[in-house]
């Protein structure tokens, strides 16, 4: 990583961890503690995880000063709001407008890294348009670094990134009904 003196990036890239395996966000949230362990300022957006949601990442990020840390207050249920339509409209709104205010902050380099957590799988279920992704991608300062999460990556999504992981599920407890573990899996 070429830093400058102050800590910012020289050349900020473009990240992207998808596919079907455990480990884009928990990636997302190390990268993010390396970021702020060298004095950066980063902001981490949590799509379609609503603060009413305990996931013990918040917690624990949220007292290292420099990380901040959203997420949409529209209501989400990972299982059943795809089935409403009204809820899918409110979420597509607040993404937008989300997606907006992100790409204000990400053109005035307020921040040294930017996580988009689970803006693929926006993407990929249409709860979020490439429409409002490019723009927030080119239109960055040059010093920013993107990361973009979820399960689904598309072509185009792929081409923009410099860098492209694919978390591969080979084995994992919930195969065997073993359900979400608080403090390692949420």
């Not at 299982?79 to 607040?94: H, N, T």
């Not at 803006?119 to 979020?128: E, N, V």
Request: aromatic share 6%; net charge negative.
């Amino acid at each position: 990583m070429v830093c400058y003196d102050g800590g910012m990036l020289e050349k900020g890239l473009v990240q992207i961890y998808t596919g079907d395996g455990k480990g884009k966000t928990t990636a997302a949230l190390g990268l993010a503690v390396r970021t702020a362990g060298h004095g950066g300022k980063v902001l981490i957006y949590q799509f379609l995880k609503p603060s009413t949601l305990d996931l013990g990442e918040r917690g624990g990020l949220r007292k290292i000063g420099s990380i901040t840390v959203l997420s949409l207050e529209e209501p989400w249920d990972m299982f059943a709001s795809m089935e409403d339509e009204g809820a899918v409209e409110g979420v597509r709104g607040a993404i937008q407008q989300a997606l907006r205010k992100i790409g204000e902050a990400a053109q005035r380099g307020h921040y040294d890294l930017i996580i988009l957590d689970e803006i693929i799988f926006c993407l990929s279920r249409g709860l979020a348009s490439m429409a409002d992704v490019r723009p927030l991608i080119a239109n960055r300062d040059a010093h920013v670094e993107l990361v973009l999460t979820g399960r689904g990556a598309s072509e185009e999504l792929i081409a923009m990134a410099d860098l492209v992981t694919e978390m591969k599920s080979i084995k994992h407890p919930f195969d065997k009904g073993v359900v979400g573990r608080k403090g390692i899996e949420y």
